[in-house]
């Protein structure tokens, strides 16, 4: 390194932790670029994993991490990743990822895990955090993979919260398994009964939903595809 | 260099190395918890089948294993109803999924006797394990049976990977009541295990082999049938003994 680009890089203030640039990598996934709303990608487990909200958390909490996580390791990695074998690469990080994780929720959450076992196997899968892979952290530094891994894992994790809330409520009556409908009923006395919506369980409530989260939000913020 | 061949190579295996170290890393030293887990969990599924979930929920680790040890005796028997006692084998160590790859007339039938606090002749049921094939992996369970041996005094669920929301409902308190008090002989005799029906919302409560079944999970449900047709089939033997030892004991 010459003299003149040491000083330079020494002239140059450090960005902030949480500057302007950072904070968009993590709030735009949430509306603007959502990765479910607007790229419609990882569909197949908002469908799957939402029929009720607790194991959905535990869900969001995984891909959070996986996605993140990954986000930040293959960041670290990317100058030395032989660019033929990129995918193979990377698929085997989130797989050793994801592979943790599951292995840590089977000794510490052994009910949620068998709850959830082939869904969290099925985030290697999730075209989110290949997407984000490609996309960002073979190109950018680890610290803004990782911001942008959260934004995007956050932006899936409120859509998925969201279609679960509203199918567990609709579907079984509950939120969080607590009984909402039966306490409602009781209110009202004996004969009034909040009838509970089938279609909500199966996965094409969860389309349903889906669809009207898209939109309204592309009536808010006017997107339109091309 | 980086496009190499020899770099690619080298690089792959490095990776797959370290990946590899991490993951048995990783499996060795949370494997003690696992056991753990899984241990309390099968624990918890046995005495599922004769007390409800609530209270178990309520327990502690060592509650549960404390009112297992106080309450719990297992036998081991084999398809003709006879007890094994040689070989030390014990019903706790007896791995259901395992044996189920065997002929049925090979495999080690375990049985847990849930008895009064501190007196083990005074039974008050029978726990057997159930094992078969859901819609994507195997679902298995413990059905407990009455001192008459025919009634369902309760069951317990579990699956490897039903459908969440769907067949995975099996380990749901609501659906698992159903069974409750329905039989698994009809008056001449013969097995007829229960039946989980298609569809959900219609009231059996007046036949004693058919439970209402679960909406959108049918082959999980058929599943269930399956195995409890099964293993009843396989327990058939020591059930019809019990019976008429207590038939004799009542003359």
Same mark, same amino acid.
């Given at each position: ?15 902030? %932790? ?86 840590? %929720? ?87 009964? %909040?009838?509970?919506?089938? %279609? ?27 | 260099?980086?496009?190499?061949? !020899? ?32 241990? +309390?969990?099968?624990?918890? &599924?046995? +005495? ?69 606090? *501190? ?31 025919? !009634?369902?005094?309760?069951? !317990? ?13 099996? !380990?749901?308190?609501?659906? &698992? ?13 013969? +097995? ?30 058929? *599943? ?25 004991? *009542?003359?």
């Amino acid at each position: 390194m010459s003299a003149e680009t040491l000083e330079k890089a020494l002239v140059k203030p450090a960005e902030p %932790l949480l500057s302007k640039r950072r904070k968009k990598l993590i709030t735009d996934p949430l509306i603007d670029d959502n990765p479910v709303t607007v790229q419609v990608l990882g569909i197949c487990s908002s469908l799957a994993v939402t029929t009720q909200m607790q194991p959905t958390l535990v869900m969001a909490i995984s891909v959070i991490f996986v996605v993140a996580l990954s986000n930040f390791v293959i960041s670290l990695m990317r100058n030395t990743i032989p660019s033929r074998v990129r995918i193979i690469v990377q698929l085997a990080v989130v797989a050793t990822l994801v592979t943790i994780v599951s292995e840590i %929720l089977k000794a510490f959450a052994y009910d949620m895990y068998k709850e959830l076992s082939v869904f969290i196997g099925l985030i290697i899968t999730n075209c989110i955090v290949m997407g984000r892979l490609e996309a960002f952290a073979m190109g950018n530094k680890p610290y803004d993979s990782m911001l942008d891994g959260l934004g995007s894992a956050l932006g899936y994790s409120w859509i998925i919260l969201t279609v679960a809330f509203f199918r567990e409520l609709w579907g079984s009556g509950s939120v969080f398994g607590i009984p909402v409908f039966d306490y409602i009923s009781g209110l009202f006395g004996d004969d009034f009964n %909040l009838a509970k919506n089938g %279609l909500m369980v199966t996965p094409v409530g969860a389309f349903i939903i889906l669809g009207l989260i898209v939109w309204v939000q592309r009536t808010k913020t006017g997107y339109v595809e091309h | 260099m980086q496009q190499s061949n !020899t770099y690619i190579i080298v690089y792959s295996a490095v990776l797959t190395i370290i990946l590899g170290l991490l993951l048995s890393g990783s499996a060795q030293v949370l494997g003690p918890w696992q056991q753990e887990a899984i241990a +309390l969990d099968k624990k918890k &599924q046995i +005495l599922g089948a004769v007390i409800n979930a609530e209270e178990i929920a309520a327990m502690t680790p060592e509650q549960v294993n404390e009112f297992y040890a106080a309450r719990i005796s297992s036998t081991v028997v084999d398809i003709t109803g006879k007890e094994i006692t040689e070989g030390g084998v014990s019903a706790e160590k007896v791995e259901i999924a395992k044996d189920y790859k065997k002929p049925a007339d090979q495999r080690l039938y375990p049985v847990f006797i849930y008895h009064a606090e *501190g007196n083990p002749e005074d039974v008050e049921s029978y726990i057997f394990p159930l094992y078969g094939a859901g819609l994507w992996d195997a679902i298995w369970g413990y059905l407990s049976l009455e001192t008459d041996m025919n !009634t369902i005094g309760g069951i !317990t669920l579990a699956h490897a990977a039903e459908t969440p929301g769907l067949g995975a409902r099996i !380990t749901e308190s609501e659906v &698992q009541a159903r069974y409750v008090g329905k039989k698994i002989f009809d008056e001449s005799g013969a +097995l007829m295990a229960v039946q989980m029906q298609k569809g959900e919302g219609k009231d059996y409560s007046s036949d004693p082999h058919k439970v209402d079944g679960m909406s959108g999970a049918t082959i999980t449900g058929n *599943g269930v049938n399956n195995m409890l047709k099964a293993y009843m089939g396989h327990y058939e033997a020591y059930i019809k003994a019990k019976s008429s030892q207590k038939a004799v004991a *009542g003359l």
